[in-house]
T-cell receptor, first 111, second 111 residues
Framework: NAGVTQTPKFRVLKTGQSMTLLCAQDMNHEYMYWYRQDPGMGLRLIHYSVGEGTTAKGEVPDGYNVSRLKKQNFLLGLESAAPSQTSVYFC??????????FGSGTRLTVV | GQQVMQIPQYQHVQEGEDFTTYCNSSTTLSNIQWYKQRPGGHPVFLIQLVKSGEVKKQKRLTFQFGEAKKNSSLHITATQTTDVGTYFCAGRLGSWGKFQFGAGTQVVVTP
């Protein structure tokens, strides 16, 4: 039982490049989330999903898009990366009754 | 703006001492969760509090939910070096699965 798996773990992008971060969970959770973590800012919600085929915006959605075509996968896309998107990205899943299960994170640097 | 606030942002503790970190919300919370993130790691769920005035203990950690369900605290007794990390509270504002995270309290322990 792997829990929540994020790929890649590290990435360096040039400004203007695009990329997709993959989150996969094997716990059959309905809810999935993408957060970014910056020093002193805590965890800020980018987008979330309450089930397969549904997505919604969080606190800081600009510059990101998401898709949840399959229940177990939640993809986060950066269409045109900017240095302000340098951050650590965490995916989480949840089913209620307990806490979120987080992935190990993706450390993204945009130069 | 951020509705869940944590204080202090930074806590320097001598090994063996006790300390408390606080979480305050501008609105009533349906429940609150606490997480711990070790340096370089990902947030790990510690506990959830649901009832007004609820107190739960995990070994040296004591968690409390305020009577008005607008604040919470985490008290650690006899701090150890293994307690190093950032502690986040996350408040649930509605009836479904979206929690708002505080900015965290970073704990440094001096031997």
């Amino acid at each position: 039982n792997a829990g929540v798996t994020q790929t890649p773990k590290f990435r360096v992008l040039k400004t203007g490049q695009s990329m997709t971060l993959l989150c996969a969970q094997d716990m059959n959770h309905e809810y999935m989330y993408w957060y970014r973590q910056d020093p002193g800012m805590g965890l800020r919600l980018i987008h979330y999903s309450v089930g397969e085929g549904t997505t919604a915006k969080g606190e800081v959605p600009d510059g990101y898009n998401v898709s949840r075509l399959k229940k177990q996968n939640f993809l986060l896309g950066l269409e045109s990366a900017a240095p302000s998107q340098t951050s650590v990205y965490f995916c989480a899943s949840w089913t209620g009754g307990s806490g979120y299960t987080f992935g190990s994170g993706t450390r993204l640097t945009v130069v | 703006g951020q509705q869940v606030m944590q204080i202090p942002q930074y806590q320097h503790v001598q090994e063996g001492e006790d300390f408390t970190t606080y979480c305050n919300s501008s609105t009533t919370l349906s429940n609150i969760q606490w997480y711990k993130q070790r340096p370089g790691g990902h947030p790990v769920f510690l506990i959830q509090l649901v009832k007004s005035g609820e107190v739960k203990k995990q070994k040296r950690l004591t968690f409390q939910f305020g009577e008005a369900k607008k604040n919470s605290s985490l008290h650690i007794t006899a701090t150890q070096t293994t307690d190093v990390g950032t502690y986040f509270c996350a408040g649930r504002l509605g009836s479904w699965g979206k929690f708002q995270f505080g900015a965290g309290t970073q704990v440094v322990v001096t031997p």
